[in-house]
């Protein structure tokens, strides 16, 4: 007697704002490599022990698309991050076809220039895109991650209409598209500094809606060493007197964060871990510099001088030197699947467990990371015994 | 009616081997500074809250004294730290009375160059200081601490004799003082990566002593970063492929670790945290240079060369510029008050809760510092509700 | 017969602009303490073997005097010094009495706040200042030489009045002292990014006065590194693409850089010397933070990333952790002697060989510190025999 | 009447020991590339303005070929170093015909393990397919340049044969080669700090030879530096007190320094320019270490302390992360041309004025990099004006 044919396996999508950028470039080639057994899991936590069996979507049965407002095709881009260093040579190759089928699946985002539909407008053509891209891959779920350029901080100042009533009240970009995907139904995940759901108007959907949503920054360099450095000093009870840092990157990235605005967002970010882990802020700045010969490698100075014993004077200084897309990509495909997972089992609103991942998690997450880890590791272990 | 006296505070003893040394000086100095209010207590991890009524023997109520084989009176070694910007100057003089009285505390060690006592003779005198040492200050008990040079490894070779029977096994002089410290009924503490009580030898005693006891070797700069760096790594799945470093420093320890038995002591233990973190032991190298023109100053640089996701190199470095006995004065004053109120709350054996401290802890500790500050919180919390 | 008496020997004035600062204070308690025997020269250069015979004045002929602004006792900022590490311990009282003597040849300098002085009776009482101090001390002649804090750029803008007429034009402070120095017919030396007498009002009564003078803005620190290493990269025909640095100091000087505008004027010179030596100006930005913990501790981090042969990606990173006063110090002395020994052999005009002390030298000044050097030590030959 | 045709353009042949290595790889495929015009040529000294119209055999008439003891063709080879990332990818396709044709001048070289030739049969086998390598070309002569491994210190030992008599010296290998380059007619380079030309018995061969040569051992990162920053402490009268420095590396030469012989041998040459820069011997050891996982990538870490003005500690640390082959190869390019021109001029014996390049320059070198790059200028106007 033959065996009954299985039941096609579920696909769950993940649709990223700023499709075309590195960072999305680097998921989907590195999610088909991975997927294929081409290259090791490195820098995915989800494929390590301890979430084995949590009921994660498999990579090979995650279906990528997005929006971007560039239109520079996928494998185009994918060619320009090997010329950077950041794909190795001849992988776009080897998984052409996963990234051509990532390329049809992309839609033009916006508000470009000169656009003059409304904020409901925007937000609905969003969602009609995200719902579609549902639909027709018959998929069970999509999240959408947020891995776009950092928008300045001015952006998303004085808004005073409505969404609801779609009164054009200058939604960020970054809101726009996260109203969207609360629209569309779909879990939502910012990786990026910008406001995204962390916007005043959009409160209520998100409470309405029912959706689990993580946000926001990821970590990646210099504020994940923060986030150990940090607990040490306060654990050895060393005081920090001053804790100084300067960025250098090239890249998309780079020329973004030369944007003062858009520093402020990403440095808010990197010194609210100093003052949660350490109890005070100390003396001290972060600098970004655009640099664009560094292309997407980005190299990170930490100089933290600190007191110890009868006041005797100390240093430690940090270089981390390390490729910002592939330090981000292994962390955007785990965030979509946790989600994607948490949307599965019926969890709802912000998701603090995953301040793992993230510069400026949602409150209830520790600061130090070796705690953040724990709850991780604990929200792993609620999601094995969670419905499916 | 006049209020009854209350009872005379006992006091505790802390006996140091190597009382003449940096270390021991700087602890002598700095618990009399800090106990008179002249210092705060940075990098006391048992003056922070988490320590708060677990009924610690307070800094003012240690009485110090030991064993040194040189005869430099504490006094004009603690100038020679002011000189040398360890100590602060004017604080020897501020707390001179203190340290005048540890000097009178300090006998003659051993074995001495043409010394011909026997291992025995050489535990029953060293015991027998201790003891004249407890009687004399009227003291609850008294911690022995090693804070004497590293050892070559070679002294702790084949000893196939029998303390019990004294039959001159040729023990190395560590192990002498850490007999002797079970045979004079004290709690004993190694903060050296010298053997101790890690010899064969003293197994059986140390299991029938009924005290407790922790060691080895105080995790004060490389190591300390390597146990939170480690587990970073291994958290986010990075691979880390070579883990290199080199140690400058001068003073007395830059001397002795230059001998390369001695060297290799220190070494095994930096290495441990790397192989117990990260999994397997990454390739790279620890140098440790005697450099007289650092004195007591050490610096410490660690390039870690990892992968990332698909393969990309990635980079840390870093580089810290430490004093060695600031960074280890109150981490021995910390473990002096922890076992002693171990042994009067009634504990025996190791104490791997006591791994914080350590390169080497005692099995049982994790290797995290993260869960070795986690288990030490925990020790203080048994130790709250425990006898007194 | 006796010996005839030998002719007194004639002594040099060195008049300090900014008196009371940590630079100022290290000058003095440093020329006293070199004079006696008490320290080696180390930092200057006049007292190595080329300028032996070069006719300098001995240190023990200097006699100190300054302005200032403010009113705190030298020996008490001797006495801050050594609290902050910058000077030994006990040196200060070992040479009180020359400190004494230089602090009663210190006068208020201007304008202070409310100041209705103009430009011209500033300058009058400025120079009356000096030529009394000359007068006073039975000096052969006295050297001026700018170590006050760093002005802002800014107020070195459109000056459209006339020094000459006194017709109140707004001088920066630092170019009325240039112009005192001037009318009280002294060398000048500026040490500092401040305009003083790189003011279009004074470029005429410069060339009239035929006075030497040399600046400005010594060198001690991240950009005596970039003018060896600019050459080395431009001598091996590597490609620099970026130079990035950040600088990292207390002290008075942090707080003065803080300030854009002067921060302005310092990196301007810091980026003059990589053009120079490099052909061309590369990517990169640098960076001044005030962070007080450090007190007179500086450090700077350059970052260069250059390309080798067929594009290969290189980088070197550089850390500087000096004491900027007494990095300065020794060069004060250093100009004083040279710039004196200079108007004794009747040279006038700007000094381009002096150009190794200084990030933006004189016109004619090479800029590599190699070719700097070579010009030093030519101008010491002309000097040995030069008149007397 | 049409022009006569111009006499072709005389071929200069340069004969790499370890012709299969990394770094005589990089210089085949590159010696190409930048001929061709598709890289520029960067890092390549003789390629700049002062090196024009010098008489320099351009690169296009260099002929590559030489000795090596594996058998890996070199296209292979140069594929491997595209994986490591020291070539870029599609280069060594896109010169294939240039190293096909290097990779049929390849010999093998010796002695092999069990090769029962004396030094005098070995010597006359080189020379011959030195000689052979010439006449195949219609070369008008050909430099013989050493870029193989290190040998270990103790190869070079005590030696009493006469290789003019062929007695069974023992002569290391790189010795051996040398006086085959001796016995074909041609200059010499040794690039490697083994012992080539320095050996006692060779020393009356190169006199009576009448040929150029120079070494030895190249100055790529470390010594580099070490060769500028040198020059500075010492013009600026600042006291090194101790230069620690550690060198990580991987690839073949990783490997071959590991042995504690040849790392002597390395050592010798990075210590000598500071005792003679600086005047004396800091503190301070070099350490080198074998990475495999960095590849051909190198990393080094100095750490300079230094004492300024009044006894103030200071330190300087550098880390220079550079790929050692591309640091080599444009270097070994500028040799081969400046020595061939050199032998076209009738010049003979050392020729210090290549100090420039090497660590252990020929005697009557300036050890400072200034006075080496001004030295070689000057070799060049020599060449300029020298016989045709």
């Not at 000169?114 to 904020?119: L, V």
């Not at 959009?202 to 360099?221: E, F, H, Q």
Request: charged share 15%; with cysteine; glycine share 12%.
């Amino acid at each position: 007697m033959p065996a009954e044919p299985s039941a096609p396996r579920p696909r769950t999508g993940v649709w990223l704002v700023g499709a075309r950028g590195s960072v999305a470039t680097t998921v989907i080639v590195g999610c088909a490599a991975v997927a294929a057994g081409l290259h090791p899991a490195t820098g995915m936590v989800t494929e390590t022990a301890p979430f084995a069996d949590c009921g994660l979507p498999p990579l090979a049965s995650l279906v990528l698309g997005g929006h971007d407002t560039v239109d520079c095709p996928l494998p185009k881009r994918a060619e320009a991050l090997v010329a950077g260093g950041v794909l190795p040579h001849g992988l776009p190759s080897a998984v052409h076809g996963e990234v051509a089928a990532a390329d049809r699946e992309i839609r033009t985002g916006g508000p470009l220039p000169g656009d003059t539909r409304s904020d409901e407008e925007l937000i609905e053509s969003f969602a009609a895109d995200i719902r579609d891209f549902v639909r027709r891959g018959g998929l069970a779920r999509a999240v959408v991650v947020n891995v776009a350029s950092t928008e300045p901080v001015a952006m998303a100042s004085v808004a005073t209409g409505s969404v609801a009533t779609g009164s054009g009240s200058g939604l960020p970009a970054s809101s726009l598209y996260a109203a969207a995907a609360l629209r569309a139904g779909c879990p939502y995940v910012n990786f990026t500094p910008s406001t995204g759901l962390h916007h005043p108007l959009l409160r209520a959907a998100a409470s309405a809606s029912g959706l689990p949503y993580a946000g926001r920054d990821g970590k990646t360099g210099q504020t994940l060493l923060r986030s150990v450095l940090g607990p040490m000093f306060a654990q050895r009870a060393l005081a920090v007197r001053a804790w100084s840092g300067t960025n250098l990157l090239g890249g998309g990235d780079g020329a973004a964060l030369a944007d003062p605005g858009a520093a402020a967002a990403k440095n808010a970010g990197k010194e609210r871990v100093l003052t949660d882990t350490l109890g005070s802020a100390p003396e001290g700045e972060v600098h970004i510099d655009d640099v664009p010969a560094l292309g997407d490698w980005k190299t990170a100075w930490d100089h933290i001088a600190f007191d110890g014993f009868l006041g005797s004077r100390m240093v430690l200084q940090t270089i981390w030197q390390g490729c910002d897309s592939a330090l981000a990509a292994p962390l955007v495909l785990d965030l979509a699947r946790l989600t994607a997972r948490a949307h599965e089992a019926g969890l709802s609103g912000p998701l603090p467990e995953l301040g793992f991942y993230f510069k400026d998690p949602d409150p209830g997450s520790p600061s130090a990371l070796a705690e953040q880890y724990a709850a991780l590791v604990g929200f792993a272990g609620r999601l094995r015994t969670a419905a499916r």
